[in-house]
């Protein structure tokens, strides 16, 4: 079988990792494929490694609106011209008129218009509205999706009418350098003005994230003498980035219990888990939650948010909140500062569970599911 891959949509991070990853773990002899062909821009396929059965073939183009006429024009002759038997959009959006088309959800963002919303008025929301519109038309016209979660997959499946789609739930991987289990969870008394306890954050800035409410939080135990101090890492919506810094500036200028560290190299990061003693999670919407599993991986203690797919992911290996109340968030992070004990239980459950999310098994069990929309839409030709 002939796999072709419309990765031109795929140009930043999280989807980088889950191509490279996905195409290094498979073979022809495990997955049952021939040859793949990736059609994508210069910068994607040069994060791909190479291998015997795989080609790359570059798309430039720049700009969404390039990305979907090359789609609609030249998308499905390059894949007949290939000789394909199944076209692999983890992407999410496609125009084509080639079957069968096996989709991925990688942003339920665009479904979630209580958070759409939070941008207001602006271009942002007009592009998620408009995503919305582009996927919402690609799921009914595919043949299979693959989902990240099961609530990505109930949410999306509920707004969509498609009773013929396959779908499946398949969640990333965590790769191996994240794996650290000897963590030393030290009692709070060991902790002082010098040596604070380090909470990260790690995650995009963006209205939904909520990281404003984790600097109140933190701003009322360091008032009750917890020598905590809160580090936020990543790049994002730069209103966002901007509101974050005013909120700082205003009630902590002195940086003694919170600091906003900006964008972090990512092949550096694990370090930055090793070193911290707890993970703070506030996010309102989430597809999967990548920062989540590696934080998982390196044993650290998880205090998270409780909108799904957070308890989904995490299981019981975190401790709880609701976003929508600020004291439960506070009692919550005391909770587990107060208690070395908490903190290895969590730490030990949130190392094991980890092990679940598998980059090979990911690879596998998408290979598996392009086969089966494959021979179905191939058994419906044949009646």
């Known amino acids: 079988m002939k796999i072709g891959i419309d990765a031109v949509n795929i140009r930043h991070g999280g989807g980088i990792t889950h ?26 396929l040069n994060n791909i490694g190479d291998h015997l059965w795989l080609k790359k073939k570059e798309v ?15 998308l499905t ?29 990688q942003n339920l963002l665009p479904f979630m218009l209580r958070e759409v ?9 007009l592009r998620l509205l408009l995503l919305r519109i582009i996927h919402e038309r690609s799921y009914k016209r595919s043949d299979g999706c693959i989902f990240l ?10 707004k969509i009418n498609n009773p013929l789609l396959s779908s499946t739930v398949i969640n990333h991987g965590i790769d191996e350098r994240f794996f650290f289990k000897n963590r030393k969870n030290k009692e709070m008394s060991s902790f002082n003005s010098e040596n604070k306890f380090k909470i990260v954050n790690i995650s995009s800035i963006e209205p939904y994230k909520m990281q404003s409410l984790l600097i109140e939080a933190i701003q009322k135990l360091y008032q009750e003498d917890y020598p905590v101090m809160l580090e936020i890492y990543g790049g994002g919506y730069s209103k966002s980035i901007n509101k974050l810094k005013k909120t700082i500036n205003k009630i902590d200028s ?5 600091i906003y560290k900006g964008q972090f190299e990512y092949s550096k990061i694990e370090q930055k888990y090793r070193e911290a003693d707890l993970m703070l999670y506030s996010s309102t919407c989430e597809t999967f939650g990548q920062t989540v599993t590696e934080a998982m991986a390196s044993s650290l ?22 976003l929508s109340d600020l004291s439960d968030l506070i009692n919550s992070i005391r909770k587990v500062i107060d208690s070395s004990e908490l903190r290895d239980k969590l730490s030990l459950s949130a190392y094991n569970r980890a092990s679940n999310f598998s980059w090979n098994k990911c690879s596998s069990d998408t290979f598996k599911f392009l086969h089966k929309v494959y021979e179905k839409n191939k058994s419906n030709d044949e009646k």
């Open 19 to 44: 191509l490279k990853e996905l195409l290094d773990h498979a073979s022809p002899e495990k997955d049952k494929f021939s040859k793949i062909i990736v059609w994508s821009n210069k910068d994607t």
């Open 60 to 74: 430039d183009k720049t700009n969404f609106f390039s990305r979907t006429i090359w789609q609609s024009t030249k």
């Open 77 to 105: 002759k390059e894949v007949i011209r290939e000789q394909c038997d199944v076209l692999f959009v983890p992407g999410g959006s496609f125009i084509s008129s080639f079957r069968p088309v096996v989709t991925m959800n």
């Open 117 to 125: 919303l939070r941008y207001g008025f602006s271009l942002n929301t």
């Open 149 to 158: 979660t099961t609530h990505a997959q109930k949410t999306i499946l509920g």
């Open 254 to 258: 002195e940086n003694n219990f919170s």
């Open 301 to 322: 203690a998880i205090v998270s948010s409780k909108n799904q797919p957070m308890p989904e992911i995490l299981g019981n290996s975190a401790t709880f909140y609701d």
